[in-house]
């Protein structure tokens, strides 16, 4: 998004800066990209597979912790032999080699789990970033296709912010948006539970 963001921002200064006169002369439109990117049916796609990855990597991360807990508790089970007064130091001596090599284990073991849950979301991360970009370029045709078959010279999008966070728009007759028609033909193609919503808005 802050690509696009970048584009219609240098696009909405090039339009301010233009006289009434030759504003009146321009064919406008408004969108609101966040709507689209929002709503269309690819994005929920992502976003639930997003969920379904998630929850995978919370649940092995549950199982190595688990794992992990198994070896303390088999460590404070050696502590409490040790301290006990009745064994012989041959067998105290076995023991304590018997907890550092648990303690060895639980270390390499709770290592390891850190650098894999690292390296398992830094992917998702990655993954999540690539098909939003792919998201994003497929609604930009999508925009721009629409201006040249509707012969617009611009569309501006409504949602964009300045850098202090303000409407970039203060305001634009709803008229001239078109955001449920681009959204209309994105999800022309979405199973008919998840393309309902863009129709009833219209």
């Known amino acids: 998004m802050k690509n696009i963001s970048k584009t219609i921002l240098v696009i909405a200064a090039s339009v301010m800066s233009?006289?009434?006169a030759t504003a009146e002369e321009l064919k406008i439109a408004s969108v609101s990209m966040q709507k689209l990117f929002n709503e269309y049916h690819m994005t929920k796609k992502v976003q639930e597979q997003v969920r379904v990855d998630q929850e995978r990597i919370q649940k092995d991360n549950a199982k190595r912790l688990e794992h992990i807990r198994a070896l303390q508790e088999e460590i404070e089970k050696?502590?409490?032999?040790?301290?006990?007064?009745?064994?012989?130091?041959?067998?105290?001596?076995?023991?304590?080699?018997?907890?550092k090599l648990?303690?060895?284990?639980?270390?390499?073991?709770?290592?390891?789990r850190r650098?894999?849950?690292q390296r398992q979301s830094k992917a998702?991360?990655?993954q999540t970033s690539e098909e939003?970009?792919?998201?994003?370029?497929?609604?930009?045709?999508?925009?721009?296709?629409?201006?040249?078959?509707?012969?617009?010279?611009?569309?501006?999008?409504?949602?964009?912010?300045?850098?202090?966070r303000t409407p970039v728009f203060a305001f634009m007759k709803d008229k001239y948006d078109v955001?449920?028609?681009?959204?209309?033909?994105?999800?022309?193609?979405?199973?008919?539970?998840?393309?309902?919503?863009?129709?009833a808005s219209e």
């Open 78 to 99: 050696l502590g409490k032999k040790r301290s006990d007064a009745t064994i012989s130091d041959k067998k105290r001596l076995e023991i304590e080699r018997e907890i």
């Open 115 to 117: 650098q894999w849950l």
């Open 179 to 199: 955001t449920d028609v681009l959204l209309k033909e994105l999800n022309v193609d979405a199973p008919a539970e998840e393309a309902a919503p863009a129709e």
């Open 18 to 20: 233009l006289t009434a």
């Open 124 to 126: 998702l991360g990655e």
């Open 102 to 112: 648990k303690l060895s284990e639980g270390n390499a073991a709770d290592s390891e």
């Open 132 to 164: 939003q970009r792919i998201i994003l370029e497929k609604i930009q045709k999508y925009v721009d296709d629409y201006a040249r078959e509707q012969d617009l010279d611009i569309i501006v999008d409504n949602t964009a912010s300045s850098a202090t």
